[in-house]
């Protein structure tokens, strides 16, 4: 890997660009299902960078972090940003079912986002299951996992079944192992999270169902799955679908982000040359006095609103 | 007691018996396969009705079924000749079957129940559209729109529906269109499970039609059938018999074929792996309609008078059995066409060969047990036979086991640990997909000769 790449590693600049896709959505989401003191679930380790927004974005009063291993679990109360972010400790498939007794928790929408550093497990979907099921009307919850193919058997031959085995019925009987390389997997992976929560919905006549609403792929060194969707009640369900349909949604990308590792100085020089209608080409990039591969310009062009912005503080 | 006539009492059904009772009884899978089951049947009778037995050479090739599911609408579209005007008129849209009208002949539609059924089942606004051909050699075509809400409302004593003028479909054929689905149809045709496990099933339940070249296409995706095969070799041969049988006068051809379909597994404990033994058990077929499939409960016989209850062990065996009649009634179908009539003779007296031929392999499987790596030696050699392929044979050839010879005392081990650190270890070894099972002894043998090395 050249050395570039690895300077800002901490800086992971494409799942910036997703997080803040997706917090783009969720406000936007929200606004429209006027959504009533909703309760943010996620995993928040100890930089809580999900929960500043939740509470900045979209105003979010009440938190919730699970935290797994014991050291981490004081630390994280320790980091925790806000007096209003519980901290619990546990691993999810505990803590959520105890979270989803809860009466204080249950009266009211959740926004939830389970952002997992594993693969696609026995354990993940267990967890997406229980959501579906059991999480209040009106919710909108989240799954990001990683989507490296090892993960799914070491020959693409032995992934089919593996996929079988994770999501059951959905994968169908015909897919093949070439379906299950590097580079076509992820899409598959991401197709099968959305059709099994909408399964798990549809098999237990949820009231509203299931509406898929953010599916994007992304990777700065690992490729990363984030899926996704609203859980409306049966009067919202058509304003969801309809507002979904609109070009202005953004949550599902076409293509997966990739987004190149800039130092601040050319950030900060790209950006002046935004926006522009015709878009910015190699030339301008080498007329700043620097260079970049064509693929970054594009994406860096798309997401120029969302590339972090933030990294003096990191100096 | 005379028998003088009071008054009668009123019995005749009424519409909303037909709309929301009859429906009760079947479920929306088995709907969508009673309408494939008329395309089918008009198919077969355009290509002139001929038997579906194994042997049999009908090319179906140029036959299209196309079904679209969402969560809007059912649309069902054939190019298999569609119904003429004047079966429409006077069959097609009674409920049950009108005496004198014969069934298809080597049909699976008999009941003259399984359209409205599946209509009323989907949904509330349906239309029936046909394109065909008569002697005259002229296309012609109609069409049956039903407002069920509004057919129900009518005060008009009359069950009829009207029949209008429609334009030619492309091909001569039957187009089912229901709209306005019911809350059950919309929830399911939009789920992606359902959609998935119907593909499954009719890769299975058509299987014989398929593999006759049958086109069966689901929301555009063609399904291949399923293919049903047999493990032989030397010492492991399928039986296969046939024979001639007789229902209330009418002639049933019997075709039964069984044996080891894949080795048993080796331990009868039970495994991660849910629904590992789904293949496995008995199947039936009413002229080419799989209509039980991996049978393991008392429909085949399982649990019933001298043939036990079935039993993890018994994993790997499959049987089927087809029966072929001209007059469709005769069979032993029942009206969802999802299990077997129990009551029928001919069932009843192939139930006898299912059974002897099932205990053959349950002891098998027992002496199995003392025998384990002999058997597992002869089983891996067994090569897969297509169906069709497996010759004729009056009982089936399972290898004889060595004597037991007395086996070291064994310690049984078991243990648990995390899913997560299993399925690591079992990609670390080779095959995430291993058994918890295989990834225990591998890791004891990997342990023993590191550390305790050659006995
Ligand atoms: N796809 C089709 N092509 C031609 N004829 C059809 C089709 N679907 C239904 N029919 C006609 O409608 C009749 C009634 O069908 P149905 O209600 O399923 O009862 P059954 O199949 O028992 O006769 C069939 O017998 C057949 O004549
Ligand atoms: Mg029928």
Redesign the interface.
Same mark, same amino acid.
């Given at each position: 890997m050249p050395s570039f790449d690895v300077i800002n590693y901490g800086l992971r600049p494409s799942k910036s660009i997703q997080r803040q896709l997706v917090f783009n959505g969720i406000h936007s989401l929200q606004a429209l299902m006027k959504l009533d003191m909703p309760l943010y679930v996620g995993l928040g380790s100890v930089s809580f960078t999900d929960f500043s927004l939740a509470h900045r974005l979209l105003q979010i009063r009440d938190m919730v972090s699970i935290e797994s291993k014991k050291i981490g679990y004081r630390r994280a109360k320790f980091n925790s940003p806000y007096a209003t972010i519980k901290v619990l400790y546990g691993v999810t498939e505990k803590v959520l079912p105890e979270l989803l007794d809860c009466s204080e928790a249950i009266n009211r929408p959740w926004i939830l986002w389970l952002d997992y550093d594993?693969e696609f497990?026995? +354990?993940v979907r267990d967890d997406i299951r229980l959501i579906i099921e059991r999480v209040p009307e009106n919710s909108i919850v989240l799954f990001t996992f990683n989507g490296n193919e090892m993960r799914?058997?070491?020959?693409p031959a032995?992934r089919p079944?593996?996929l079988q085995?994770l999501f059951? +019925?959905?994968?169908? +009987?015909?897919l093949s192992a070439n379906a299950c390389k590097k580079g076509k997997i992820e899409v598959n992976l991401a197709n099968f999270a959305i /059709?099994f929560m &909408?399964?798990t919905a549809? %098999?237990m006549?949820r009231p509203g169902?299931f509406v898929p609403a953010f599916n994007i792929l992304y990777s700065d060194s690992a490729s990363m799955i984030t899926v996704g969707g609203v859980l409306p009640n049966n009067s919202l369900v058509d304003t969801v679908n309809d507002f979904l349909q609109s070009c202005a949604w953004e949550c599902c990308p076409s293509e997966p982000i990739i987004a190149p590792n800039l130092t601040v100085k050319e950030a900060l020089a790209l950006q002046s040359l935004l926006p522009n209608g015709a878009g910015i080409s190699k030339n301008d990039v080498r007329n700043l006095g620097f260079d970049l591969e064509e693929e970054h310009v594009r994406v860096y062009e798309k997401y120029y609103r969302e590339y972090p912005t933030y990294a003096q503080v990191l100096i | 007691m005379n028998n003088q006539k009071l008054d009668s009492a009123n019995a005749s059904p009424t519409k909303e018996f037909f709309v929301n009772m009859i429906t009760k009884d079947i479920s929306l899978e088995d709907s969508i396969l009673d309408l494939i089951d008329n395309s089918i049947d008009a198919a077969k009778h355009s290509s002139g009705s001929q038997p579906m037995t194994l042997g049999s050479q009908i090319d179906l090739s140029q036959y299209t079924i196309s079904i679209k599911l969402s969560s809007n609408s059912f649309i069902i579209v054939d190019n298999c000749g569609g119904m003429t005007l004047d079966n429409a008129i006077k069959h097609a849209f009674s409920f049950g079957r009108k005496p004198g009208i014969e069934p298809e002949q080597y049909g699976i539609g008999v009941y003259g129940i399984g359209m409205k059924r599946a209509a009323f089942k989907l949904g509330r606004d349906i239309t029936v559209r046909s394109t065909y051909v008569e002697g005259n050699r002229i296309r012609q075509s109609f069409k049956v729109p039903i407002d069920v809400e509004e057919w129900l409302k009518s005060k008009i004593q009359s069950w009829d529906f009207d029949i209008v003028e429609a334009e030619d479909m492309e091909e001569n054929g039957v187009e089912i269109q229901v709209r306005n689905l019911t809350s059950a149809a919309k929830?399911?045709l939009? %789920?992606?499970?359902?959609v998935? /496990?119907l593909?499954?099933m009719l890769?299975r339940d058509y299987s014989l039609y398929l593999n006759k070249g049958l086109n069966l296409i689901v929301n555009g995706e063609r399904i291949?059938g399923l293919h049903l095969e047999f493990a032989g070799s030397e010492e492991f041969v399928p039986m296969r018999i046939s024979y001639n049988g007789l229902q209330n006068g009418d002639e049933i051809f019997v075709e039964m074929i069984g044996g080891m379909a894949a080795p048993p597994p080796d331990s009868t404990e039970p495994d991660e &792996?849910q629904n590992s033994d789904k293949r496995f058990g008995w199947y039936i077929a009413c002229n080419g309609r799989i209509v039980l499939a991996a049978d393991k409960t008392e429909v085949s016989g399982w649990g019933t008078t001298n043939w036990p209850q079935w039993h993890r062990q018994y994993a790997g065996f499959m049987g089927i059995v087809l029966f072929s009649a001209y007059n469709t009634a005769a069979l032993p179908l029942t009206t969802t066409k999802r299990s077997v009539d129990l009551t029928s003779d001919v069932y009843k007296t192939a139930q006898v060969k299912m059974r002897d031929l099932t205990k053959e392999w349950i002891n098998y499987t027992n002496e199995r047990k003392q025998a384990l790596d002999a058997a597992k030696e002869k089983e891996a050699r067994a090569k897969a036979i297509p169906i069709q392929q497996v010759e004729n044979r009056e009982s089936i050839a399972l290898p004889k086991l060595p004597a037991v010879k007395p086996v070291e005392r064994p310690a049984n081990v078991q243990y648990s640990v995390p899913? &997560?650190r299993m399925?690591r270890l079992a990609?670390e070894l080779?095959?995430? /997909?291993l058994p918890y099972r295989e990834v225990g002894l591998r890791s004891f043998e990997y342990t023993y000769e590191d550390l305790v090395g050659e006995e």
């Open positions: 594993c497990c026995e +354990d799914y058997g070491r020959k032995q079944e593996r085995t059951e +019925d959905v994968v169908p +009987d015909s /059709n &909408k399964a549809a %098999n006549s169902g | 929830n399911a939009a %789920n992606p499970a359902f998935q /496990n593909r499954r890769a291949s &792996k899913v &997560k399925k990609g080779g095959n995430i /997909n």
